[in-house]
């Protein structure tokens, strides 16, 4: 009987989904707060029986594969050339503002939840990386859109869910769950340097060879025509694998193959205007466009990304509704009544204040990237990561509630305020 209820409740999140998208946008309510409410429904009503200490192999893949897929379409919608100045917004973001929020989460965690140092560390990691799965009423819209603020959440949510690996394994390493090295040369030599630059290398170079080839074979012999869902699933694997075999962090190869796929269809354009490319790669169907010599670059990029985020919306619906199982069956822990508030309204805006002074962007910028530090399903991955290379017993009993909540939390208060702060902020933008 419980697989015909599923049935009933996939069909009809699908169906409300499709129907009802257009008018939460509208309102001060988010998709995934929907999700997390049935989602908790279900668990209470015993219709969901997960357990996020027991299941930690399947929820760190469910996990992995959504990030995967909005990692890759995050890259996709970054189309600002390198010497851009939201670059550096988004590489600063991405890199010292987590570096502070580790910093300061490891403190919180030492001083006042009284974990050891690498447990301290590890929650750091695991909660200071944004989410390129829910955070998409914040991000980019489409890659064309000039607004510093979504490019600097996208950038970072790409970039930071990769970055944030290495003190991941740094507070493995500190509970002896991983080999860090003599004065922490290989964490430094591996796990830091040798894993991040790989990555990027991986990812760049895959999505340059696999994306000039499909064009190649497109414009000169008109074949590889169609299919390109199979194209993004394929780069996707075929990057991550590659990376995991030369032990790089294939999250970082996935980004950097979007980004290059993205780029290689805005150097085919020769810096014409972006308004220009979007209607010529929809100025012909389908298969005409697929082997235009000029708009083949274009409608590949346009066709995978546009995929992708289909495939992105059934990951977050089904990720959320587990949250929101995994939620039903813990108490709520004491401490994330003072945590929860302490990341989002002291730690993260600090972190982001101090990482962006002498920047470009504007006080309102600052502030909604301060407070649009929204945790989700990267930050669950790297719970699961950590539970499934030996973090275990008591520390886990404080971390998995804790890390639950926070995401749950982060669901409601930035579902709940993305909207009208937007509205408010594309206003005085406008204006």
Not at 83 to 97: E, F, K, N, Q, Y
Not at 193 to 209: D, P
Not at 297 to 308: D, G, I, T
Not at 367 to 388: E, P
Request: glycine share 10%.
């Amino acid at each position: 009987m419980q697989i015909v209820i599923w049935f009933i409740v996939v069909g009809v999140l699908l169906i409300a989904m499709a129907l009802g998208g257009s008018v939460l946008k509208r309102l001060p309510l988010s998709t995934s707060l929907l999700y997390l409410v049935v989602g908790f429904v279900l668990g209470k009503l015993g219709l969901g029986r997960l357990d996020a200490q027991v299941q930690t192999k399947l929820l760190e893949h469910l996990t992995e594969v959504a990030v995967l897929v909005s990692l890759f379409t995050a890259g996709l919608k970054l189309r600002a050339p390198l010497r851009d100045s939201r670059w550096r917004i988004a590489v600063r973001l991405a890199s010292l503002a987590m570096v502070c929020t580790i910093g300061l989460v490891t403190a919180a965690g030492v001083w006042l939840l009284g974990l050891p140092l690498g447990a301290a560390i590890l929650l750091g990691a695991v909660l200071a990386p944004t989410d390129p799965v829910l955070a998409s009423d914040v991000q980019m819209e489409h890659p064309f859109q000039q607004d510093a603020l979504r490019f600097g959440l996208t950038g970072e949510a790409g970039f930071n869910d990769g970055t944030a690996f290495p003190f991941v394994m740094l507070g493995l390493g500190l509970l002896g769950l991983h080999p860090l090295g003599e004065g922490l040369w290989r964490w430094v030599a591996v796990d830091l340097v040798w894993a991040v630059v790989a990555g990027i290398g991986v990812g760049t170079a895959l999505g340059n060879v696999v994306g000039r080839l499909v064009i190649y074979l497109r414009r000169t012999h008109r074949e590889a025509v169609g299919l390109d869902d199979f194209l993004a699933l394929g780069l996707i694997a075929l990057s991550y694998g590659v990376a995991l075999l030369l032990h790089a962090y294939g999250f970082l190869a996935v980004f950097a193959a979007g980004l290059a796929l993205r780029r290689i269809e805005k150097k085919s354009n020769h810096g014409k205007p972006p308004e220009d490319v979007e209607q010529a790669a929809h100025a012909h169907n389908g298969p005409e466009a697929a082997i235009h010599p000029e708009h083949a670059p274009s409608y590949m990029a346009n066709a995978v990304l546009n995929f992708n985020e289909q495939i992105e919306r059934i990951g977050e619906v089904s990720l959320v509704v587990i949250l929101g199982i995994l939620l039903a069956r813990i108490p709520l822990p004491t401490e994330a009544l003072w945590f929860t508030p302490l990341l989002f309204l002291a730690i993260r805006p600090i972190s982001v204040l101090v990482t962006l002074v002498g920047s470009s962007t504007s006080s309102s910028q600052r502030g909604l990237m301060g407070w649009f530090g929204i945790r989700g399903i990267g930050s669950l991955y790297y719970l699961f990561y950590a539970l499934n290379h030996g973090v275990r017993g008591a520390l886990a009993h404080q971390l998995v509630p804790l890390v639950l909540t926070v995401v749950a939390v982060s669901i409601l208060v930035h579902g709940i305020s993305v909207t009208p702060l937007m509205q408010l902020y594309e206003r005085k933008q406008r204006g």
